[in-house]
């Protein structure tokens, strides 16, 4: 028993977040700390919902006009400088590279933060004529921030895992459409493979990318009440053709610029998944990015046990053509054991095969994510299982898409405002005047911020003044605490 002790999830997800969101990961095999601060090592069980995340998004790249490339992970310090023209306070905190060897390096090199500064020569050089756009390229690979922050797997670490997507188009009009399918697809990928229903709008003046015409954002709600932002899409405008000189000519020959957009999403993803639906029994993860999506487990004595696990390895070969299927007939632990080791691991569905089953020529299933069991046919099996995992998806999005609802509040003056989230979390929108200022009022005393605004800029605001300092109202703004 004390085995089973040691599996199982202690803390508390209401009570006690952090450390919970913490044992989650470790116990259920998705990360291990790495030595250094601020590292982690993925294991094989989270490197597997990562690649199937991946898998995902890819495929709609390059049904979308997307080519994969990979550039170097160093950039040299002159490219990083050539950037600092247009991107005046990104400064991110840079880790350098200053020997090879036992040779000092003439140029330092940066492990790239981005890698703006290393694609963006390159395609100044492949775009040559109207006929070479739009260039659209991605790389997946990982950036390295060396900010000095506590380690949250998949939330804060020092290197972590992305893509970053940079395009190239003729017009700003076609720029604009291309931040906006890969908002789009983020946005596809959070609500139908992850079951996290987003909020998709612009950052602030403030709070854009440097450089950028204007920041895409999609947000996530965490149960926490915190916001995360869950994927980037910018509209770079031509600031960084300008710098690295992507121009082409046109039909006419008259030489025009380039306008440049560049997209991204991490791990971090990872994190709003986990964080979003798990709970105090370990991992719940939706259907489409389960490792194993299936786990079946025959439950026997020393007299059926012939039969029962030979029924079950029937059923879990009817299943495996068309799902990822395990069948858990280990002799040395017990299905209470086992049962508690795949709701800590997320198995989506458990199918229980006793002597009752084998002789009615059934099977139960049971959801993982309340525990809600049901007796299917075996005759049937293949689609009852398919139902039984579009339910659990079902039911994941239903309750992220209640926990968003219930949250989104109208306040309207600094002391409303400031209550509404610290009482309750969650977004609380509110007529804004567009001055930064009337951010750091909030943002001072309690560490909300202006997540997103509006995607279409015309939108008329939620008040007519703003809700901070009674000047007129140009936006919507939405505060909240975020990661
Ligand atoms: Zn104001």
Same mark, same amino acid.
Not at 106 to 134: C, G, K, N, Q
């Given at each position: 028993? !004390?085995? #089973?002790? *040691?599996?199982?999830?202690? /803390?508390?997800?209401?009570?006690?977040?952090?450390?919970?969101?913490?044992?989650?990961?470790?116990?259920?095999?998705?990360?291990?700390?790495?030595?250094?601060?601020?590292?982690? %090592?993925?294991?094989?069980?989270?490197?597997?919902?990562?690649?199937?995340?991946?898998?995902?998004?890819?495929?709609?790249?390059? /049904?979308?006009?997307?080519?994969?490339?990979?550039?170097?992970?160093?950039?040299?310090? !002159?490219?990083? #400088?050539?950037?600092?023209?247009? @991107?005046?306070?990104?400064?991110?905190?840079?880790?350098?590279?200053?020997?090879?060897?036992?040779?000092?390096?003439?140029?330092?090199?940066?492990?790239?933060?981005? !890698? &703006?500064?290393?694609?963006?020569?390159?395609?100044?050089?492949?775009?040559?004529?109207?006929?070479? =756009?739009?260039?659209?390229?991605?790389?997946?690979?990982?950036?390295?921030?060396?900010?000095?922050?506590?380690?949250?797997?998949?939330?804060?670490?020092?290197?972590?895992?992305?893509?970053?997507?940079?395009?190239?188009?003729? $017009?700003?009009?076609?720029?604009?459409?291309?931040?906006?399918?890969?908002?789009?697809?983020?946005?596809?990928?959070?609500?139908?493979?992850?079951?996290?229903?987003?909020?998709?709008?612009?950052?602030? *003046?403030?709070?854009?990318?440097?450089?950028?015409? $204007?920041?895409?954002?999609?947000?996530? =709600?965490?149960?926490?009440?915190?916001?995360?932002?869950?994927?980037?899409?910018?509209?770079?405008?031509?600031?960084?053709? #300008?710098?690295?000189?992507?121009?082409?000519?046109?039909?006419?020959?008259? *030489?025009?610029?380039?306008? $440049?957009?560049?997209?991204?999403?991490?791990?971090?993803?990872?994190?709003?998944?986990?964080? $979003?639906?798990?709970?105090?029994?370990?991992?719940?993860?939706?259907?489409?990015?389960?490792?194993?999506?299936?786990?079946? @487990?025959?439950?026997?004595?020393?007299?059926?046990?012939?039969?029962?696990? &030979?029924?079950?390895?029937?059923?879990?070969?009817?299943?495996?053509?068309?799902?990822?299927?395990?069948?858990?007939?280990?002799?040395?632990?017990?299905?209470?054991?086992?049962?508690?080791?795949?709701?800590?691991?997320?198995?989506? =569905?458990?199918?229980?095969?006793?002597?009752? /089953? %084998?002789?009615?020529?059934? +099977?139960?299933? %049971?959801?993982?994510?309340?525990? /809600?069991?049901?007796?299917?046919?075996?005759?049937?099996?293949?689609?009852?299982?398919?139902? +039984?995992?579009?339910?659990?998806?079902?039911?994941?999005?239903?309750?992220? *898409?209640?926990? =968003?609802?219930?949250?989104?509040?109208?306040?309207?003056?600094?002391?409303?405002?400031?209550?509404?989230?610290?009482?309750?979390?969650?977004?609380?929108?509110?007529?804004?005047?567009?001055?930064?200022?009337? #951010?750091?009022?909030?943002?001072?005393?309690?560490?909300?911020?202006?997540?997103?605004?509006?995607?279409?800029?015309?939108?008329?605001?939620?008040?007519?003044?703003?809700?901070?300092?009674?000047?007129?109202? %140009?936006?919507?703004?939405?505060?909240?605490? !975020?990661?």
């Amino acid at each position: 028993m !004390s085995g #089973e002790q *040691e599996l199982g999830i202690t /803390e508390s997800k209401e009570h006690s977040p952090g450390e919970w969101y913490a044992e989650v990961v470790r116990k259920a095999g998705l990360a291990d700390y790495a030595p250094m601060g601020g590292f982690i %090592v993925t294991r094989p069980r989270g490197y597997a919902l990562w690649e199937r995340l991946q898998d995902h998004l890819d495929g709609w790249f390059k /049904e979308t006009g997307v080519d994969n490339a990979y550039f170097p992970l160093f950039i040299p310090e !002159s490219y990083l #400088e050539r950037e600092k023209d247009i @991107v005046e306070g990104f400064d991110p905190e840079v880790a350098w590279v200053t020997h090879g060897g036992h040779d000092e390096l003439e140029e330092r090199l940066a492990v790239r933060p981005t !890698s &703006e500064s290393i694609i963006a020569p390159f395609m100044a050089e492949w775009v040559r004529s109207y006929r070479d =756009l739009p260039l659209r390229l991605n790389q997946w690979c990982s950036v390295v921030r060396w900010e000095a922050t506590e380690t949250k797997p998949f939330f804060r670490t020092k290197e972590f895992l992305w893509q970053e997507g940079h395009t190239a188009h003729a $017009t700003s009009e076609d720029a604009w459409e291309e931040t906006m399918t890969r908002l789009g697809q983020y946005e596809r990928l959070y609500e139908e493979v992850m079951a996290i229903p987003g909020m998709t709008g612009r950052k602030p *003046e403030h709070d854009k990318f440097p450089g950028a015409h $204007t920041t895409t954002t999609i947000e996530a =709600l965490m149960p926490d009440g915190k916001s995360v932002q869950a994927g980037t899409s910018h509209h770079l405008g031509t600031s960084f053709a #300008e710098a690295f000189d992507i121009t082409y000519t046109d039909e006419d020959e008259d *030489e025009r610029i380039a306008h $440049t957009t560049s997209w991204g999403l991490s791990w971090r993803a990872l994190g709003a998944l986990i964080m $979003t639906h798990s709970d105090d029994q370990g991992l719940v993860i939706p259907p489409a990015l389960a490792p194993t999506q299936v786990v079946v @487990v025959p439950i026997w004595q020393a007299d059926t046990e012939d039969e029962v696990k &030979e029924y079950a390895a029937g059923l879990a070969a009817d299943l495996d053509e068309q799902f990822r299927v395990e069948l858990d007939d280990r002799d040395e632990r017990n299905p209470g054991f086992k049962f508690n080791e795949h709701e800590l691991n997320g198995i989506p =569905l458990r199918i229980e095969i006793g002597p009752n /089953e %084998v002789e009615d020529g059934e +099977a139960t299933l %049971v959801h993982r994510p309340d525990g /809600e069991s049901e007796v299917a046919d075996a005759d049937s099996i293949v689609e009852s299982v398919e139902e +039984a995992l579009e339910t659990v998806y079902a039911k994941l999005y239903a309750a992220a *898409e209640e926990n =968003l609802e219930e949250n989104i509040r109208e306040a309207h003056g600094r002391g409303e405002i400031l209550g509404t989230i610290g009482q309750h979390g969650g977004y609380v929108k509110t007529g804004w005047c567009g001055d930064e200022e009337c #951010e750091t009022a909030i943002k001072d005393e309690i560490a909300a911020e202006i997540v997103m605004l509006p995607l279409d800029e015309d939108e008329e605001p939620v008040h007519d003044t703003c809700g901070i300092c009674e000047e007129e109202a %140009v936006e919507t703004a939405y505060f909240a605490k !975020s990661y």
